[in-house]
């Protein structure tokens, strides 16, 4: 679904991808893990192009990405993100940050999108806060508005970047079954997390990201049961404490 | 007995020192705004006072927004990425942003009326646009500032949801930036309408260019400045009325 090919990405002289080489097919849900610092944001944000890379090839579908002449827009609509500090649009209701996209790029009429936008907030049991304003939700409510606002623009795809890393730990359960729940549903996902209970449960595959390389990739029950990398060893042997 | 008698009467006496303070009181408020109908003259130098106002209000908006537009622009390049044609705009815009906020707003006003447009018998005109180009260059730094405060955050989401730049400015970034700047564009508002005054100093013909005409036939100078002072202050007490509602309505979505 989403082929990477010798990725590179370097913020002036700072190196943050080398040639990275990847792909993810249908349905997989890859869990990006490794130290801050060590390029997984900036390979999340390259496959939708909020970073450029320097170097390499993106292709989704069958689609380059990473031609200059690609419409990085319709590109973007079928690809979902959701970022670790939710980004709602505070200015709108809940209602209007679901449906705002799908209605602006002509996908659905507002009549649908607000069938779409009750639909999915009876999914995560928000139905009650469609009239609301961000401000008024908890984080983990927030969390859960920011991926319906991505699911009802119908991506193929969804990109999660830390989604629980912001919130009070007692909002990360919330968060992780409607993921969880999604995964089930089939949705390909790309998840950058440091939760490995859910990497382990949810996980088709995990990439262990180091220095701006994927130092060791594999079967969740391998990457913690059997790490090979020293570095993979000595990472997990501080998150799992 | 009707004013106009009344006042002749006690103008006599004070002439020869004999009227009380109330007395003298109603005689020069009589002369400073009713006699020859002069309050037409103070209400025609509100309307243009208004009227540069609003003019020059526009001009230093749009103006404002290109050379926010511009700055932002070229400082949202990437390293390594800048345009030249870019760079050199925002030099430009940076000269005028810098040559404006370091000068006294009455020096431009001279340097406008008598250098640059020297020749030019519409004083009124040539103040509105020095106001203008002035007022922009403040509106330029608060434009930037407000976009600059914005989480760049709100930017990505909307582009990651397929939505272009324009939608995204229009519907997330800049009804967000407007809601910040609010209070500021308020204030320069307000300062824009007291800085008509100085156009007076050209011949501008707003509201202290009547005071002063008044001032010089009357000798007296108390009651045509205070009354426009007066007039200053109503109109101020009103725009920051009509401004507190609107940031009220702005502050719906802070309910928490
Ligand atoms: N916009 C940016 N400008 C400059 N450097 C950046 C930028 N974004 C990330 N970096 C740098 O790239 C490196 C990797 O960052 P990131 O991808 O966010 O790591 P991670 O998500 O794994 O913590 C870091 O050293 C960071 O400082
Ligand atoms: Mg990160």
Redesign the pocket.
């Known amino acids: 679904m989403i082929d990477v090919k010798n990725l590179s990405k370097s913020?002036?002289d700072?190196l943050?991808l080398d040639h990275i080489d990847q792909h993810i097919y249908p349905g997989e849900k890859v869990v990006v893990i490794?130290?801050?610092?060590?390029?997984?944001?900036?390979?999340?944000?390259c496959l939708n192009l909020l970073?450029i890379p320097t170097a390499g090839t993106i292709t989704f579908d069958g689609v380059e990405v990473t031609d200059p002449k690609a419409d990085i827009d319709k590109i973007r609509q079928q690809m979902g993100m959701v970022f670790q500090h939710f980004n709602l649009f505070p200015n709108m209701t809940i209602r209007k940050n679901i449906t705002l996209a799908p209605v602006q790029t002509k996908l659905m009429s507002q009549a649908e999108a607000d069938d779409t936008a009750t639909t999915l907030l009876k999914r995560v049991g928000l139905t009650e806060k469609a009239d609301a304003y961000p401000a008024q939700l908890s984080g983990g409510q927030k969390q859960r508005i920011a991926i319906v606002r991505a699911l009802a623009m119908k991506p193929k795809l969804m990109l999660f970047?830390?989604p629980t890393s912001a919130l009070d730990p007692e909002m990360v359960g919330e968060v992780l079954e409607v993921m969880k729940e999604l995964a089930v549903g089939g949705m390909t996902m790309v998840v950058?997390t440091h939760e490995m209970g859910f990497a382990r449960e949810v996980g088709s595959r995990v990439l262990f990201?180091d220095e701006?390389h994927v130092m060791e990739e594999g079967k969740p029950e391998d990457i913690f049961s059997r790490p090979q990398n020293p570095r993979l060893q000595e990472f997990l042997s501080k998150v799992l404490h | 007995m009707g004013l106009a008698q009344t006042y002749e009467l006690w103008r006599e006496l004070m002439l020869q020192g004999d009227a009380s303070w109330w007395q003298e009181f109603f005689v020069r408020f009589y002369q400073a705004f009713l006699e020859n109908n002069r309050w037409q003259q103070y209400l025609e130098g509100v309307g243009t006072t208004l009227l540069v106002t609003a003019m020059a209000l526009i001009l230093g908006v749009v103006l404002g927004v290109v050379v926010a537009m511009v700055r932002t622009a070229h400082d949202q390049q990437r390293p390594g990425q800048r345009n030249f044609l870019l760079g050199v705009i925002n030099f430009i815009c940076k000269v005028y942003v810098t040559v404006i906020r370091g000068t006294p707003m009455m020096v431009q006003i001279l340097i406008m009326g008598l250098v640059i447009f020297a020749s030019s018998r519409n004083f009124t005109m040539v103040g509105t646009l020095t106001l203008g180009i002035n007022s922009g260059a403040y509106v330029a730094e608060i434009i930037r500032g407000g976009l600059m405060s914005l989480d760049p955050g709100q930017m990505e989401a909307g582009r990651s949801l397929g939505l272009n730049y324009l939608d995204t400015m229009r519907f997330i970034v800049i009804p967000q930036a407007f809601k910040a700047i609010l209070p500021a564009l308020g204030n320069e508002f307000i300062i824009l309408l007291k800085d008509t005054s100085m156009i007076s100093v050209i011949g501008g013909q707003e509201l202290i260019y009547f005071a002063r005409n008044i001032l010089n036939r009357t000798f007296d100078a108390m009651f045509p400045l205070v009354g426009s002072a007066c007039i200053y202050l109503v109109l101020v007490l009103i725009f920051t009325w009509l401004q507190g509602k609107l940031e009220r309505r702005l502050r719906q979505s802070d309910r928490r």
């Open positions: 913020f002036g700072n943050v490794g130290p801050s610092g060590s390029g997984k944001s900036t390979f999340l944000r970073e970047d830390e950058v990201m701006g």
